[in-house]
């Protein structure tokens, strides 16, 4: 329960971010704009941090190493080799 209760968290975080670039579309107050996006930006980093927290450790280590650059260029290894793809040779 709290695993999905962390990603949906995460999920409205982005989606709040996000719309942060939409306001200036739809507010014509200076005021009004700073306000919205302020408020925006402040909900979606709660709500990151706490979908954070209920994920926990191992998720967030998980991700920091999709993250790292130097992550990037390594090739995937399979968790078990004998489980490669069926080549069209094999069938």
Known sequence: MAKKLGISLLILSTLAFLSAFTIPFFVHTGGGMAKWIAGLLIFSEVTFWTGG???????????RSYLNPKNWKRKQVPDNPNQGSIKQDDV
Do not use: D, P, Q
């Open 53 to 63: 927290i209920l994920l926990g450790k191992e998720v967030a280590k998980k991700y």
